[in-house]
């Protein structure tokens, strides 16, 4: 689910679930987290890089999962799950990197506002589907993408759900490098390794450094779109997003009146 590769004081998480594109379920959730977990109290970890495998970086949230937890009033959660890794994501204290490699949805695109470093391939493109499911943003996205992007930029990316190329990413200011396809992981190595021959405590000070004046108001954020998502999940709007999803058409808002 989940290949895990050091190379010197870098660790790299591929996610791989090629036959769901990489999208979280409960499992990946809690697979990521506690790896992450681990990194953290790891002596011999400075660096942390995330990609995926195959086509995609990771195509969000598993809806199928979700359209069954929804009707499963038995449905068992992850013990951690999106809370638990988004949690883990925004106080985690060594450098986090993205090498996104591919298609990225929901959980997929606001992880990078929770990252230090983004790189992204070519032929990369995202998408915040948030609207198209009747849901608000996560992750803490409502606060770090005005911050990172602007709020006009932030604004269509949340609000749209529709598709943004890696060139509108990185004039956005979303990711930090735009590299070839054939680069990409050879690239976001590169400035791992640089960060990576650093002291851990002067890159976890620094970060720390960084983080502190934001940390608070990013777990606020967390806080507050958890409210929406929860007053939202389950609604007639969202469960025919959920209802189009399965049989593969798009949805129809148009006679529900919010």
């Known amino acids: 689910m989940i290949d895990v590769v050091n190379d010197g004081r870098v660790r790299v998480f591929r996610l791989n679930r090629p036959e769901a594109k990489n999208a979280f379920n409960e499992a990946l959730y809690d697979s990521l987290t506690e790896l992450l977990i681990e990194a953290e109290g790891d002596s011999t970890v400075a660096v942390v890089?995330?990609?995926?495998?195959?086509?995609?970086?990771?195509?969000?949230?598993?809806?199928v999962e979700l359209g069954k937890r929804m009707a499963d009033p038995s449905f068992t959660p992850g013990?951690?799950?999106?809370?638990?890794?988004?949690?883990?994501?925004?106080?985690?204290?060594?450098?986090?990197?993205?090498?996104?490699?591919?298609?990225g949805l929901g959980i997929g695109v606001t992880i990078l506002g929770l990252s230090d470093l983004v790189f992204m391939a070519h032929s990369a493109r995202v998408k915040c589907p948030f609207t198209d499911l009747a849901l608000a943003p996560e992750a803490a996205s409502s606060f770090t993408f005005p911050a990172i992007m602007g709020r006009q930029n932030a604004t269509w990316t949340l609000l749209s759900s529709e598709w943004l190329s890696a060139e509108e990413c990185f004039s956005m200011g979303l990711a930090f490098k735009l590299c070839s396809d054939d680069e990409l992981m050879d690239v976001a190595m590169e400035h791992a390794q640089i960060l990576?021959?650093?002291?851990?405590?002067?890159?976890?000070?620094?970060?720390?450094?960084?983080?502190?004046?934001?940390?608070e108001r990013i777990h606020e954020a967390?806080?507050?779109?958890?409210?929406?998502?929860?007053?939202?999940?389950?609604?007639p709007a969202n469960l025919e997003a959920l209802q189009a999803f399965a049989e593969k058409r798009d949805?129809?808002?148009s006679s529900l009146g919010e």
Not at 58 to 63: I, R
Not at 196 to 215: C, F, Y
Request: glycine share 10%; hydrophobic share 40%; proline share 6%.
């Open 222 to 235: 967390r806080k507050h779109e958890d409210g929406a998502f929860a007053e939202l999940l389950g609604k």
């Open 251 to 253: 949805p129809d808002f």
């Open 196 to 215: 990576a021959a650093k002291p851990i405590s002067s890159l976890v000070a620094s970060k720390k450094l960084i983080m502190d004046p934001i940390r």
């Open 49 to 63: 890089m995330v990609t995926g495998q195959g086509d995609s970086f990771s195509s969000g949230t598993d809806v």
């Open 79 to 103: 013990k951690h799950g999106f809370p638990g890794l988004a949690d883990t994501l925004v106080d985690f204290s060594k450098p986090l990197l993205c090498a996104v490699n591919g298609l």
